[in-house]
């Protein structure tokens, strides 16, 4: 197509923070608290579901219905990362969002374990679905000065969604409150009331400029643009630095390749390195959490939430209090050093609890303090993967390395840790702290070595367009 000359990337970078950039945070940000919500949800509730008369499951099943989960996860965000590249963010976030809802709701209806795993894999592909676009619509509208502290922070409300699922868990398993059969399915219907009110925020929300300038939309880039300047009362002075692109409207699966493997290899290391070790150490511990307590530490299955709460806590003031030193301190350090003094701390962590020098109090406070940290590790995974390559491949980006990350990473991680936990041993349990923790700490090696330095530039010198005409 014909090259365009556009000034929108530097005029959206410009912006000065307003309620309009609050309200895309609020709309968009809401699905990593979906997900904190369903996988807290799951976790608080797993003794419960071991009840005869609930599911009935077992402490490895809990672990394979969570591996179901994040198998839809991963499907899911192949299947709509794609589409948010050659469709737009727009249309994604609102069909993963309709995903979530309908999967979540039949949860609520399931009978055994195999409907409900299958219910969860619908779940976790309206979530997985949510990453990709989500990610890429938030990057391509947050100013680029912001751009780090405020992505750790959308990510970061995973953790306001696990701290109202154990709210909700508290609540719901109270003995006599409601029939255990019941309190369940009520946790898991109030999600989708939840996702319905999200939609109906979200439907306001526009396109992404930049996807419309590489899609050939340049019109309609520019009418965007205009309106979201006239929402945050800033007027065009036509001062900013202009780009020279090609629309390319779609790239195919051997372009994509050939930018991942040769164009970009080592951001590719980076990228897959830092999703697969933040995806074992989080979904193996987190999605276990409820069954330690209970199977080591005798908590009451209706006290579980009081643990996870002060442990949700922790997870989410790390990105938001840590956030801004992505931005000034830099992207190569904070990774780094957020990376290896996670894994550090979870072996510290490990090796106490292995020879029984943790209670629950203990090991929940232990648990808050690592986490602080790591859950910024983990979300600058997200960030990290979603502003280093093109814009015309970044939800296909975000999408794969996710799924690679948690495939290698995630998905083997909670029925190894959950079988550990029925064999009942805490140095078998360690051991499986401890290959955690190596992962980390290999993890900020590779983060100190091949990092970039994304911090305060645009997405566009980041990694320039495919299209672009330098």
Request: charged share 15%; net charge neutral.
């Amino acid at each position: 197509m014909s090259p365009i000359s556009t000034d929108i990337p530097a005029r959206l970078d410009r912006l000065p923070w307003s309620a309009w950039h609050w309200r895309v945070v609020v709309a968009l940000g809401v699905s990593w608290l979906l997900d904190g919500l369903e996988v807290t949800v799951v976790g608080s509730l797993g003794p419960s579901l071991q009840r005869p008369d609930t599911l009935g499951l077992s402490a490895t099943e809990v672990g394979w219905a969570a591996s179901t989960y994040i198998a839809g996860a991963v499907l899911g965000a192949l299947f709509f990362g794609r589409l948010a590249d050659r469709l737009g963010r727009k249309r994604m976030f609102l069909a993963t969002l309709l995903v979530y809802l309908l999967a979540t709701v039949l949860t609520a209806f399931t009978w055994d374990m195999t409907s409900f795993a299958f219910c969860r894999f619908l779940t976790g592909f309206g979530i997985g679905g949510e990453y990709a676009a989500i990610n890429s619509a938030i990057d391509e509208l947050i100013p680029a000065r912001v751009r780090g502290r405020v992505d750790l922070a959308i990510n970061g409300t995973f953790w306001v969604g696990a701290a109202l699922g154990a709210g909700l868990s508290i609540v719901l398993l109270q003995p006599g409150f409601l029939p255990p059969d019941i309190s369940w399915r009520i946790a898991f219907g109030l999600g989708g009331v939840l996702g319905i009110a999200i939609l109906l925020v979200r439907r306001h929300l526009p396109e992404s400029p930049r996807w419309l300038l590489v899609h050939g939309h340049a019109e309609e880039a520019e009418r965007v643009a205009r309106d979201i300047e006239r929402q945050v009362g800033v007027v065009n002075d036509h001062s900013h630095e202009k780009m020279q692109l090609r629309a390319l409207r779609t790239i195919s699966w051997g372009q994509v390749a050939h930018v991942i493997t040769v164009r970009y290899r080592r951001r590719a290391i980076l990228a897959l390195t830092l999703m697969a070790s933040q995806a074992f150490f989080y979904n193996a511990i987190f999605f276990t959490y409820a069954l330690v307590l209970s199977r080591f530490l005798a908590v009451p299955e209706e006290r579980v939430g009081y643990y996870i709460f002060p442990f949700a806590v922790g997870n989410f003031l790390g990105p938001l209090v840590l956030g801004r030193l992505f931005d000034t301190v830099g992207r190569r350090v904070m990774i780094s050093s957020a990376y290896g003094l996670s894994g550090l701390g979870l072996l510290a962590t490990g090796y106490l609890f292995s020879h029984e020098l943790l209670g629950a109090s203990g090991l929940a406070i232990c648990w808050s303090s690592i986490f602080f940290i790591a859950s910024a590790a983990a979300s600058s995974a997200y960030l990290t993967v979603s502003e280093i390559f093109p814009v015309e491949m970044r939800a296909v980006s975000i999408s794969l390395f996710y799924a690679v990350g948690t495939a290698l990473g995630g998905f083997v991680g909670p029925p190894l840790f959950g079988a550990m936990i029925e064999s009942g041993s805490r140095d078998a349990l360690f051991g499986a702290y401890a290959f955690a923790s190596v992962l980390m700490c290999a993890a900020a090696v590779v983060a100190a070595c091949l990092g970039v330095d994304a911090e305060r530039r645009s997405l566009e010198h980041v990694a320039p367009p495919l299209g672009a005409e330098i």
